[in-house]
């Protein structure tokens, strides 16, 4: 479902972010603002309108950060209406405090990337004449342990300054019992450090200072692509809420009006809904007639009729006419209770979940500790005497260090997610490409999913519909656009006249001629399709029918997930016969009409017990407790903020395909991933051993390390290359 | 070999001074908008606008 968004024409002074100095800013989301040429024009015109005294897009984010002059009159709606007139639609935008600190973040990592590449680079210019003499090149006792000093007195700070995330992270899983790839990491750096400094004091052969930085280097590059795979889905989530209407207008004292953002509306507050706006809270109607589509609540495609009195639910689009509502419950608190606790519950089950580099590090860290205690052990034992044993000890910590899991899962998952979202399909996790790999049967809803979401005509008399169309151009009604939309451009009724509820009235050709519901025609409704009739005074009446269009290739979707051997069902709100005819379209023969979102959400469960992992793609209210409990999620981008929470995976776009290219690379990741694992296991075996025997020095070391990561990111980058033509 | 002494601080200074001036940029937001400056050089300064 499409949702038209106008520009509101009342006060935005609920987003003016005031500064100390006396001015005020604004942050707008300008998301079709695309090329140098859009930047421009934007920049250059906003900077004209009167107060602002400096207008910055960010092309990267799409956010236009305006600066109001101090003491000049701040007015966002002058802003509103240039981007308005340069053809940009324009969205106030809230930026929250947590996007801030997650920024923080990113920067700590680069800086600490920044640190170790340093340290990496210049213990390196230490290293390689301590590693030529290794070959026999003459290297005195006392060069080389000047050099393993200078090599230790830039190392080993830059290691612990760069390992600082890991060894926070080892700490925090260590005093909740429990042992993360992180304590390995920071176990092998210490020691590494520990084992070169005594070396290098007692005089010995073996510093370990670059390969612990070395080891740092990589890991963080793995870390902040982590970082970034969430940042950019938290921020992109971010955005489209933003787009779907994040303000509420309030009626105040004397029928003035203020827009203000939702989370601000109290109950008894008096809100203003337009038609083509979505209800941003639940209230009662105190006056105005409309019709509501409640189709992403529900299911059901059919308008319903309200009228003063009338109790109707946060999320209803008003088709029609103005409605003002006194809100009865807070946009947290809505009727939309019950269906957060079964989206809580879902997510709780989601966090149960446990990841694959998780699941390696539970048995890697005791295997790798094991090894290398019994080499610390096994060697004093047969006489190599502890300090050796000690050095062969940390060997073997440091070659078997997990980048292939530090790193090469990160890279497969930034690589798969990157790809995805170039195709329109926003990933939200790393954990969710994962458990969309491992799903064998999916489930769709029907209304905004397999179809359009919005009503289409069906066939009709070309001449009955050209009849009509020059007094459906002139409405705003989503059935009369629909009906518009078939008939093409042409000319226009005029003295068109709205009547909310009702229908519209206007003078074609010089009659008099009217368009809307049976009753404003004055004749018997037909049957229980949505309908619209049309008539001029006194003359025949013209009946149209429409019908929820099916996605163009949901069909060829269907059979291309069967051809995958997953299993397909729909699972609807709306009646048996809508749903029948969609399924019959789509070639799905398992199908269940009239499902409350309760059953929705039991039905998944009961594919659980069947030990079926479910894909749930489905965009209403009445789905989000079946996307939080599925073992995967799709929402489309159309779909209510609810259930773009509750789902992992968010495609825009007019067609479904999507939903098969994210399963196509979300296998191919896992491939990837498993593949990476192998080898990093293979790699091991030959390493482990080698280290223990002694056969490994800090060269051997530097050159094994960077080899394996260089081999698992490369394999990283191959996910997802393949196209999906349907 | 004395030359050491010299030549390992003096190179361990200019790799420092290479962190601080990332550090810098880093701090002045130069990674905020890769985009947009890519983009920017393309449009003309603002300044070259008539004053209103």
């Given at each position: 479902?499409?949702?038209?968004?106008?520009?509101?024409?009342?006060?935005?002074?609920?987003f003016?972010?005031?500064?100390?100095d006396g001015?005020?800013?604004?942050?707008?989301?300008v998301?079709?603002?695309?090329?140098?040429?859009?930047?421009?024009k934007?920049?250059?015109?906003?900077?004209?309108?009167?107060?602002?005294?400096?207008?910055?897009?960010?092309?990267?984010?799409?956010?236009?950060?305006?600066?109001?002059a101090?003491?000049?009159?701040?007015?966002?709606?002058?802003v509103?209406?240039?981007?308005?007139?340069?053809?940009y639609?324009?969205?106030?935008?809230?930026?929250?405090?947590?996007?801030?600190?997650?920024?923080?973040?990113?920067?700590?990592?680069?800086?600490?990337?920044a640190?170790?590449?340093?340290?990496?680079?210049?213990?390196?210019?230490?290293?390689?004449?301590?590693?030529?003499?290794?070959?026999?090149?003459?290297?005195?006792?006392?060069?080389?342990t000047?050099m393993?000093?200078?090599s230790?007195?830039?190392?080993a700070?830059?290691?612990?300054?760069a390992?600082?995330?890991?060894?926070?992270?080892?700490?925090?899983?260590?005093?909740a019992?429990?042992?993360?790839?992180?304590?390995?990491?920071?176990?092998?750096?210490l020691?590494?450090?520990?084992?070169?400094?005594s070396?290098?004091?007692?005089?010995?052969?073996?510093?370990?200072?670059?390969?612990?930085?070395?080891?740092?280097?990589?890991?963080?590059i793995?870390?902040?692509?982590?970082?970034?795979l969430?940042?950019?889905?938290?921020?992109?989530?971010?955005?489209?809420?933003?787009?779907?209407?994040?303000?509420?207008?309030?009626?105040?004292e004397?029928?003035?009006?203020?827009?203000?953002?939702?989370?601000?509306?109290?109950?008894?507050?008096?809100?203003?809904?337009?038609?083509?706006?979505?209800?941003?809270?639940?209230?009662?109607?105190?006056?105005?007639?409309?019709?509501?589509?409640?189709?992403?609540?529900?299911?059901?495609?059919?308008?319903?009729?309200v009228?003063?009195?009338e109790?109707?639910?946060?999320?209803?689009?008003?088709?029609?006419?103005?409605?003002?509502?006194?809100a009865?419950?807070?946009?947290?608190?809505?009727?939309l209770?019950?269906?957060?606790r079964l989206?809580?519950?879902?997510?709780?089950?989601?966090?149960r979940?446990?990841?694959?580099?998780?699941k390696?590090?539970?048995?890697?860290?005791?295997?790798?500790?094991?090894?290398?205690?019994?080499t610390?052990?096994?060697?004093?034992?047969?006489?190599?005497?502890?300090?050796?044993?000690?050095?062969?000890?940390?060997?073997?910590?440091?070659?078997?260090?997990?980048?292939?899991?530090g790193?090469?899962?990160?890279?497969?998952?930034?690589?798969?997610?990157a790809?995805?979202?170039r195709?329109?399909?926003?990933?939200?996790?790393?954990?969710a490409?994962?458990?969309?790999?491992?799903?064998?049967h999916v489930?769709?809803?029907?209304?905004?999913?397999?179809?359009?979401?919005?009503?289409?005509?069906?066939?009709?008399?070309?001449?009955?519909?050209?009849?009509?169309?020059?007094?459906?151009?002139?409405?705003?009604?989503?059935?009369?656009?629909?009906l518009?939309?078939?008939?093409?451009?042409?000319?226009?009724?005029?003295?068109?006249?709205?009547?909310?509820?009702?229908?519209?009235?206007?003078?074609?050709?010089g009659?008099?001629?009217?368009?809307g519901?049976?009753?404003?025609?004055?004749?018997?409704?037909?049957?229980?399709?949505?309908e619209?009739?049309?008539?001029?005074?006194?003359?025949?009446?013209?009946?149209f029918?429409?019908?929820?269009?099916?996605?163009?290739?949901?069909a060829?979707?269907?059979?291309?997930?069967?051809?995958?051997?997953?299993?397909?069902?729909?699972?609807?709100?709306?009646?048996?016969?809508?749903?029948?005819?969609?399924?019959?379209?789509?070639?799905?023969?398992?199908?269940?009409?009239r499902?409350?979102?309760?059953?929705k959400?039991a039905?998944?469960?009961a594919?659980r017990?069947?030990?079926?992992?479910?894909?749930?793609?489905g965009?209403?209210?009445?789905?989000?407790g079946?996307?939080?409990?599925?073992?995967?999620?799709?929402?489309?981008?159309?779909?209510?903020?609810?259930?773009?929470?509750?789902?992992?995976?968010?495609?825009?776009?007019?067609?479904?395909?999507?939903?098969?290219?994210?399963?196509?690379?979300?296998?191919?990741?896992?491939?990837?991933?498993l593949?990476?694992?192998?080898?990093?296991?293979?790699?091991?075996l030959?390493?482990?051993?080698?280290?223990?025997?002694?056969?490994?020095n800090?060269?051997?070391?530097?050159?094994?390390?960077?080899?394996?990561?260089?081999?698992?990111?490369?394999?990283?980058?191959?996910?997802?290359?393949?196209?999906?033509?349907? | 070999?004395?030359?050491?002494?010299?030549?390992?601080?003096?190179?361990?200074?200019?790799?420092l001074?290479?962190?601080?001036?990332?550090?810098?940029?880093l701090?002045?937001?130069?990674?905020?908008?890769?985009?947009?400056?890519?983009?920017?050089?393309?449009?003309d300064?603002?300044?070259?606008?008539?004053?209103?």
């Amino acid at each position: 479902m499409a949702v038209t968004y106008d520009a509101p024409s009342g006060d935005l002074g609920a987003f003016l972010k005031r500064r100390d100095d006396g001015g005020a800013s604004l942050d707008l989301l300008v998301p079709d603002a695309r090329c140098a040429g859009c930047m421009g024009k934007i920049e250059r015109e906003v900077a004209t309108v009167p107060g602002v005294r400096l207008a910055r897009l960010n092309l990267t984010t799409k956010r236009l950060s305006v600066e109001f002059a101090q003491g000049g009159a701040a007015d966002p709606g002058a802003v509103m209406a240039t981007l308005g007139k340069l053809g940009y639609r324009a969205t106030p935008y809230d930026p929250s405090a947590a996007a801030d600190a997650h920024d923080r973040e990113g920067r700590a990592l680069i800086l600490a990337i920044a640190v170790a590449g340093f340290g990496v680079m210049n213990t390196m210019m230490f290293s390689v004449p301590l590693w030529a003499g290794l070959f026999g090149q003459e290297l005195g006792p006392a060069t080389r342990t000047v050099m393993m000093w200078f090599s230790g007195v830039v190392g080993a700070p830059c290691a612990l300054y760069a390992g600082m995330p890991f060894f926070r992270s080892a700490w925090r899983s260590l005093k909740a019992r429990r042992a993360n790839m992180d304590v390995p990491i920071s176990i092998g750096v210490l020691l590494t450090l520990v084992v070169s400094f005594s070396e290098t004091v007692l005089g010995g052969r073996d510093a370990y200072f670059d390969a612990a930085v070395s080891l740092l280097f990589l890991l963080l590059i793995g870390r902040w692509l982590e970082h970034r795979l969430r940042a950019r889905a938290s921020s992109a989530a971010a955005d489209l809420l933003a787009l779907q209407s994040p303000t509420a207008t309030l009626v105040g004292e004397g029928d003035a009006l203020t827009v203000a953002p939702v989370s601000q509306v109290r109950p008894g507050d008096v809100l203003l809904v337009r038609p083509g706006e979505r209800l941003p809270v639940d209230g009662r109607v105190v006056d105005g007639a409309s019709e509501l589509d409640n189709s992403l609540l529900t299911g059901e495609t059919a308008p319903v009729a309200v009228g003063a009195g009338e109790v109707c639910r946060a999320g209803a689009l008003n088709l029609s006419g103005l409605l003002r509502l006194r809100a009865e419950a807070r946009s947290e608190d809505s009727a939309l209770a019950a269906i957060a606790r079964l989206v809580e519950l879902g997510a709780q089950s989601k966090s149960r979940y446990v990841q694959l580099a998780d699941k390696a590090a539970a048995i890697y860290v005791p295997v790798v500790h094991t090894v290398a205690l019994l080499t610390f052990a096994g060697g004093w034992f047969i006489g190599l005497g502890p300090r050796e044993a000690l050095i062969r000890a940390a060997a073997v910590l440091i070659v078997t260090c997990p980048c292939a899991l530090g790193l090469a899962v990160p890279a497969v998952q930034i690589t798969a997610s990157a790809r995805l979202f170039r195709r329109g399909v926003l990933v939200k996790s790393g954990a969710a490409l994962e458990r969309l790999a491992e799903v064998d049967h999916v489930v769709f809803d029907k209304t905004g999913v397999l179809t359009e979401g919005r009503p289409r005509l069906r066939d009709t008399c070309p001449a009955a519909l050209a009849m009509a169309a020059p007094l459906a151009r002139a409405s705003r009604h989503p059935l009369a656009h629909a009906l518009a939309e078939a008939a093409g451009e042409g000319p226009l009724a005029v003295d068109v006249v709205e009547h909310a509820g009702l229908g519209v009235e206007g003078v074609i050709d010089g009659r008099r001629a009217r368009l809307g519901r049976a009753g404003f025609l004055g004749v018997e409704s037909h049957g229980s399709e949505t309908e619209l009739w049309f008539g001029f005074d006194g003359d025949l009446r013209v009946r149209f029918t429409f019908a929820d269009a099916m996605r163009p290739d949901a069909a060829r979707v269907v059979a291309a997930l069967r051809k995958r051997g997953l299993g397909v069902e729909v699972l609807s709100g709306d009646l048996e016969g809508p749903v029948a005819r969609v399924a019959e379209l789509a070639g799905v023969d398992a199908w269940q009409a009239r499902r409350t979102p309760q059953e929705k959400a039991a039905r998944i469960d009961a594919l659980r017990a069947e030990g079926k992992r479910v894909l749930m793609v489905g965009d209403g209210l009445n789905d989000a407790g079946a996307l939080a409990k599925a073992h995967a999620a799709i929402a489309p981008g159309t779909a209510l903020e609810a259930s773009q929470n509750a789902a992992d995976l968010v495609f825009s776009g007019e067609v479904l395909a999507p939903v098969v290219e994210a399963l196509d690379v979300a296998r191919d990741a896992r491939a990837r991933a498993l593949e990476n694992f192998g080898f990093a296991a293979l790699y091991n075996l030959v390493a482990a051993p080698a280290a223990m025997l002694g056969f490994v020095n800090p060269f051997v070391a530097a050159i094994a390390m960077s080899g394996s990561s260089l081999v698992v990111t490369l394999n990283a980058l191959r996910t997802g290359a393949r196209e999906w033509t349907s | 070999m004395d030359i050491l002494m010299f030549l390992a601080p003096f190179s361990l200074g200019l790799g420092l001074m290479a962190v601080a001036a990332f550090w810098w940029t880093l701090r002045r937001g130069q990674y905020e908008d890769p985009a947009g400056d890519a983009a920017r050089i393309l449009v003309d300064d603002p300044e070259d606008r008539p004053l209103a």
